[in-house]
Every structure is written in structure tokens, then in C-alpha cells.
């Protein structure tokens, strides 16, 4: 059923949903897409999620769309909504299930002419060696005590049981820690579900990907990624907090429900449930949250490691031959507390990011020193028949989306449709014939993922760039794909 | 049923009971695929909830907590359910036991547009999975 709300058109990438639109929005909807866009996105429900966004106690500006935005629950997947702390709610829904679902990208000295014809053993060597799947679980083994090292300090664990480098600490969002974490506010289930799953890929639409640069848009910043040439082969890593922020955001959907009594916040939609940034339980969610996300840092290190190993193993060179750094971790379902100047005023807001990715322009705090002429790096994958994106963020960014921007492709299509449109083998021989090499242990749902699944990530990062939320730096294209 | 993050399916039942034990089959039915069922582990399950729709999503969570817990699918019900009271003696069988395999990953149930409704004496539920 397409959406038939009332929505208007700003300029040629803005669209506004009006507050009257439904009675009880604080704030308008605002949404980037292009006409053509706009008209995929009406065919489902998401603007009128982004309507329901509106609702929340204390957001302020507006409840924002990305241009990959589609249906989620609750909370629309691609949107950005921000609110005061000091009277504003925190919501587990604006956050989402995978709790610092995000991306690392690794780039490498190696060019395609070497890494192609070595493709399918690099992949098979990374399928065997990094563990994904349908509830797959980690290498590592660590007891309880161990586990709330990892919810406390996240990616500097990985660091200190040498899966990484400091190095990679300074190129992680956060530097792969929020401080804000107390594993005392992370239910046993939660910790009980995560422990086995640590170091693992997972299923769905995580992945590993071997990639080849095809375009360099803005040299200058690409060099300062240490991206310097077409055909330089870079290495993307895409999954989340596994188990443990799944639970975690069942644990805390439960208990904002009792809240939304308590505090008599009337939601459109329970998926929203939530609770006073300041309140006993908004404290509690936030510090379990940032748990999750340090989890997940912990999580992708621990998989560049062994992505690190596979490379070494194939190519029979070193980590330092191969030049296999990090060029930057984002990621894109999170609550951040920031400062952001609203209508002249400077307010510390409660910033939920679902589906979106942080994006701030250089010399902003929070980017890393190495990146601070050119702004924060942002990834954004496509699917997997496609390309991908490495942007910057802008200061447009910052003065209209909280320093925000999109994802990645946004889905089109349900998994059902997907999977009525092609069969998984015939989806990896087409992938074939592109010169793209993909593993699974999940054959049947890789028609899920399909390209025609997705929008195409070019026009999603396009309109962001007529936007200008984020700036083009580079595109690549797959050379290998592991699908979880 | 479609839903273009997700997969949702609905539900029936001709009293709440058998909502809840057909909910549960649906959401089996959408994630593991068996050769036949066993029934040699058993599990109560008790759980408390302010409204039945709460219920449910509760119901369906534990299972799955159950599953990537324990790696044990429980599909055998008795379910009593008295004033936001659920009691279920259940059984099932371990993962990878007789040709049973997980043929997809569900996050959760979630509380998304979910209403259980009551109509001509069939009690329904749409329910949306996040994958």
C-alpha cells in the first residue's frame, strides 16, 4: 500500500512532511530523496514512521529521512532524530536490534592485477578463517569476568589481547570505546547470548568484501585515507553487535515500555517505547547500549585480524608489506550524547543514528587527528553486484542532520520478493559473470541480498551529495564477497 | 507476509492458547527446517506480562533465547495462560538432531504494529521478525 501522506517539496533534494501533518508531531518530517526516490520511498510505510518519530518527547529540528531510508519498525531504517537531554527521551527502537551495526574498512598496497587472479583462494582462505553464518559463533573463548572487560572497554580489549594495534584505536568511531559503558547494567541473557558469538561475521546482511577502487573523486582526501590509485584493492568488513545487543535491546524494550507508563509518553507506535534521557531506565539503556556498541568494536578488530592473517597467508608477504591498515570504522545504529548548535543555541542532545552514519566535517572534535583537514571518513556499502562509497562528512551535515548521513543502499524489496525474484545459485553465477566470487553456507537467502533487492547505492550517495551531507571521495567495486 | 526490512507472519487461533502454540509454529517454521520432529528435552517456561500482546512478543523471544542459548527448538506446547500469567510445558529437540538445522537468523520479535485482535471467534496477530 503506498503512503499517502501530506509532503513538500523544498528544493530538489529536500522534502518536508509538515508538523501538521499528524497531530502530535513536536517537530516536520525532513527527507532527502530525489523525485524519482521520493516515489520509491512512498510505496511503503517509512515516512510515516518518520511522522511517528516526530512524536518523542524533547526532539528538536527535525525528524530526518536519508535518501536509503525504508521500513523498519518503529523507527524508519535511514533516519536521524535528535533529542534534549536535559527533557528529551532516549529510545532503544531508534537504535535498533544490532546495536553499532557498522563498517571498517581496511585498505591494502595490493592492486587488482595481483589480487584477482588469487580471488576464490582469498576468499575460501577468509570462509574458513573468519567465522560467519547463520548463528555462527567467535574463535575466542572468555568467561564472565573477561566478557565485561569487552563491555567496558570494547575495541581496546581486542588491543590487548593483540588483534590490533593503537593504530586502529584512533581510526575507530569513539576510538572503539564509549566511556558510558557499565556491563552492571547489561542483563546476564544479554551476556549469556554474546560470550559464544564473539569474533564472528553472523548472517543476514553482514559480510566480508574484497574490493577494487574504480573512481578516486577528491584525490587529496583519498591520499590521506592512503587511498592513491584505480585498482587498489581495499577490504570492508560490515557486522554488528551479534546476540548480545539484540538482547540487550529486547531487555530495555521491555523495561521502556513499564516507562512510557510511567512517565505517561504517548507514543503512536509501542516500537518506540522509551524514557528520559535522564530517567533511572534512559541512564541504564544508554550505559547498556554503549556496551553493545564497545562489544562490536571488539567484534570487527577481532575480525580484521584475521582478515590481516588471510591476506598474509595468501600473498606470503607481511602486515606491513601488505600495508594492510585501517583506514576508518563507522557506525550506523547508535545513540550518541553531542553538542549541536540549534536556532543559535548550543544544546547537548541525545543523537540516535538508525540506519544513518555519523558524518562530521574536518576540525570538528571527534574526527581523528589524521583526518582532521578533510573531515570523518564515511563508508557506505552498496550491495554486493554493485559499488560502495568512502565520503567525508561536511559542515552542511552538521547544521542540518546533527552531522548525519546515509548508510548504504537501503533495501527495495522484501527478503520474501527478493527470494521470489531468483534462486541463490543463480544469483552467485550472475555475480559470477561479473567477475565477482561469493561464498555462503546460506545458498537459499543469498537471493535476499541480491542487487535488485537493494536501490542502487550511486543515486542513495548522490542525492546525499546534492545534499551536500557528504562528499564523494572514492567508489569501488567487489571483487570477493563472503555473505554471513 | 512481507515487510521490506523484515518478514512477518500472522497468526490464528481460535482461543489465545492456540495463538500463542500456531505463533510459535509460524516463527519455527520461518527459521529451521527439520525432518521430523522429536521431543526428548523438555523446559517450562514461565513468564508474566502486563497485557497479551507483551505476552507474546515475550513468548516468542524466550523461545528464541532458547534456541541460540541451549541450541535446543522447543515445538511441543502445553500452554496455560491466566491473567497475563503464561505457563508452558514444552519440549523439543536439540539443533542438528535428526536432520533439524537453522535456516535463518531472527534478531527478535518485535512490538512493531503488533495488536492481537478478536473477530467472529478467531483471535489474530500480525507479528514483524527483525533478520
Given at each position: 500500500m503506498a503512503w499517502q501522506g501530506e509532503i513538500r517539496r523544498i528544493d530538489d533534494y529536500r522534502w518536508e512532511i509538515p508538523q501538521?501533518?499528524?497531530?502530535?508531531?513536536?517537530?516536520?518530517?525532513?527527507?532527502?530523496?530525489?523525485?524519482?526516490?521520493?516515489?520509491?520511498?512512498?510505496?511503503?510505510?517509512?515516512?510515516?514512521?518518520?511522522?511517528?518519530?516526530?512524536?518523542?518527547?524533547?526532539?528538536?529540528?527535525?525528524?530526518?529521512?536519508?535518501?536509503?531510508?525504508?521500513?523498519?519498525?518503529?523507527?524508519?531504517?535511514?533516519?536521524?532524530?535528535?533529542?534534549?537531554?536535559?527533557?528529551?527521551?532516549?529510545?532503544?527502537?531508534?537504535?535498533?536490534?544490532?546495536?553499532?551495526?557498522?563498517?571498517?574498512?581496511?585498505?591494502?598496497?595490493?592492486?587488482?592485477?595481483?589480487?584477482?587472479?588469487?580471488?576464490?583462494?582469498?576468499?575460501?582462505?577468509?570462509?574458513?578463517?573468519?567465522?560467519?553464518?547463520?548463528?555462527?559463533?567467535?574463535?575466542?573463548?572468555?568467561?564472565?569476568?573477561?566478557?565485561?572487560?569487552?563491555?567496558?572497554?570494547?575495541?581496546?580489549?581486542?588491543?590487548?589481547?593483540?588483534?590490533?594495534?593503537?593504530?586502529?584505536?584512533?581510526v575507530t568511531e569513539e576510538q572503539g570505546c564509549m566511556k558510558m559503558a557499565d556491563p552492571g547494567r547489561v542483563s546476564e541473557r544479554a551476556k549469556k547470548r554474546g560470550m559464544p558469538q564473539l569474533g564472528s561475521l553472523g548472517s543476514g546482511n553482514h559480510f566480508l568484501e574484497v574490493q577494487a577502487v574504480r573512481r578516486i573523486y577528491d584525490r587529496t582526501a583519498a591520499a590521506a585515507m592512503g587511498?592513491?590509485?584505480?585498482?587498489?584493492?581495499?577490504?570492508?568488513?560490515?557486522?554488528?553487535?551479534?546476540?548480545?545487543?539484540?538482547?540487550?535491546?529486547?531487555?530495555?524494550?521491555?523495561?521502556?515500555?513499564?516507562?512510557?507508563?510511567?512517565?505517561?509518553?504517548?507514543?503512536?507506535?509501542?516500537?518506540?517505547?522509551?524514557?528520559?534521557?535522564?530517567?533511572?531506565?534512559?541512564?541504564?539503556?544508554?550505559?547498556?547500549?554503549?556496551?553493545?556498541?564497545?562489544?562490536?568494536?571488539?567484534?570487527?578488530?577481532?575480525?580484521?585480524?584475521?582478515?590481516?592473517?588471510?591476506?598474509?597467508?595468501?600473498?606470503?608477504?607481511?602486515?606491513?608489506?601488505?600495508?594492510?591498515?585501517?583506514?576508518?570504522?563507522?557506525?550506523?545504529?547508535?545513540?550518541?550524547?553531542?553538542?549541536h548548535s540549534v536556532d543559535g543555541k548550543t544544546l547537548r542532545l541525545c543523537v540516535h543514528r538508525k540506519g544513518a552514519t555519523r558524518a562530521f566535517p574536518a576540525g570538528r572534535r571527534g574526527v581523528p587527528d589524521r583526518y582532521s583537514s578533510i573531515g570523518q571518513p564515511v563508508l557506505i556499502p552498496g550491495d554486493m553486484g554493485r559499488c560502495s562509497f568512502i565520503a567525508v562528512g561536511t559542515e552542511k551535515a552538521l547544521q542540518e542532520t546533527f552531522g548525519s548521513t546515509c548508510h548504504g543502499a537501503g533495501r527495495l524489496q522484501s527478503r520474501g520478493a527478493a527470494r521470489r525474484g531468483m534462486r541463490g545459485s543463480d544469483v552467485a553465477h550472475e555475480l559470477a559473470a561479473k567477475g565477482i566470487y561469493v561464498r555462503t553456507d546460506d545458498l537459499e537467502s543469498l537471493a535476499e541480498e541480491a542487487s535488485y533487492a537493494y536501490k542502487d547505492v550511486a543515486g542513495v550517495v548522490g542525492i546525499a551529495q546534492g545534499a551536500g551531507i557528504s562528499r564523494k571521495i572514492a567508489m569501488t567495486e567487489p571483487l570477493g564477497v563472503i555473505k554471513g | 507476509m512481507d515487510h521490506t526490512a523484515d518478514i512477518g507472519i500472522v497468526a490464528y487461533g481460535n482461543d489465545l492458547v492456540t495463538l500463542f502454540s500456531n505463533a510459535a509454529a509460524g516463527m519455527l517454521s520461518l527459521i529451521s527446517k527439520s525432518g521430523g520432529h522429536v521431543y526428548d528435552v523438555t523446559r517450562t517456561i514461565s513468564l508474566e506480562a502486563e497485557d497479551n500482546e507483551t505476552l507474546l512478543i515475550e513468548w516468542l523471544n524466550e523461545l528464541l533465547y532458547i534456541i541460540y542459548t541451549e541450541k535446543l527448538v522447543l515445538h511441543g506446547f502445553d500452554i496455560v495462560?491466566?491473567?497475563?500469567?503464561?505457563?508452558?510445558?514444552?519440549?523439543?529437540?536439540?539443533?542438528?538432531?535428526?536432520?533439524?538445522?537453522?535456516?535463518?537468523?531472527?534478531?527478535?520479535?518485535?512490538?512493531?504494529?503488533?495488536?492481537?485482535?478478536?473477530?467472529?471467534?478467531?483471535?489474530?496477530?500480525k507479528i514483524i521478525f527483525d533478520i
Open positions: 501538521d501533518y499528524k497531530s502530535g508531531m513536536k517537530v516536520p518530517g525532513l527527507v532527502y530523496a530525489d523525485s524519482a526516490m521520493l516515489d520509491k520511498i512512498r510505496e511503503e510505510q517509512s515516512l510515516e514512521q518518520v511522522a511517528n518519530v516526530a512524536f518523542l518527547p524533547g526532539i528538536v529540528g527535525r525528524s530526518l529521512a536519508m535518501p536509503d531510508i525504508h521500513w523498519g519498525y518503529g523507527f524508519p531504517i535511514g533516519g536521524v532524530a535528535a533529542m534534549r537531554v536535559s527533557d528529551g527521551v532516549v529510545s532503544p527502537g531508534g537504535v535498533g536490534y544490532d546495536i553499532n551495526c557498522g563498517v571498517r574498512l581496511l585498505r591494502t598496497n595490493l592492486g587488482e592485477d595481483e589480487v584477482r587472479p588469487k580471488i576464490q583462494e582469498l576468499i575460501n582462505h577468509l570462509f574458513n578463517n573468519v567465522p560467519s553464518g547463520l548463528g555462527s559463533e567467535g574463535k575466542i573463548r572468555i568467561g564472565q569476568k573477561e566478557m565485561d572487560e569487552v563491555l567496558a572497554s570494547g575495541a581496546e580489549w581486542a588491543v590487548k589481547k593483540g588483534y590490533g594495534t593503537r593504530q586502529d584505536l584512533e587511498i592513491t590509485r584505480e585498482g587498489q584493492v581495499l577490504m570492508l568488513i560490515h557486522t554488528g553487535s551479534r546476540g548480545l545487543g539484540h538482547q540487550v535491546c529486547d531487555d530495555y524494550l521491555r523495561i521502556m515500555g513499564a516507562a512510557v507508563r510511567k512517565y505517561e509518553i504517548a507514543l503512536p507506535d509501542r516500537q518506540l517505547a522509551c524514557a528520559p534521557v535522564q530517567s533511572e531506565e534512559g541512564r541504564d539503556y544508554l550505559a547498556a547500549m554503549a556496551c553493545a556498541a564497545n562489544y562490536a568494536w571488539a567484534n570487527r578488530l577481532c575480525i580484521a585480524h584475521w582478515v590481516r592473517e588471510s591476506f598474509t597467508n595468501i600473498f606470503g608477504k607481511s602486515v606491513d608489506e601488505i600495508g594492510l591498515e585501517q583506514v576508518y570504522d563507522v557506525a550506523h545504529n547508535i545513540a550518541k550524547i553531542e553538542e | 495462560i491466566d491473567e497475563g500469567r503464561l505457563t508452558a510445558e514444552c519440549a523439543g529437540q536439540k539443533l542438528k538432531q535428526g536432520g533439524l538445522v537453522i535456516t535463518r537468523e531472527i534478531k527478535a520479535a518485535t512490538y512493531h504494529d503488533l495488536e492481537i485482535t478478536y473477530k467472529e471467534g478467531i483471535y489474530s496477530a
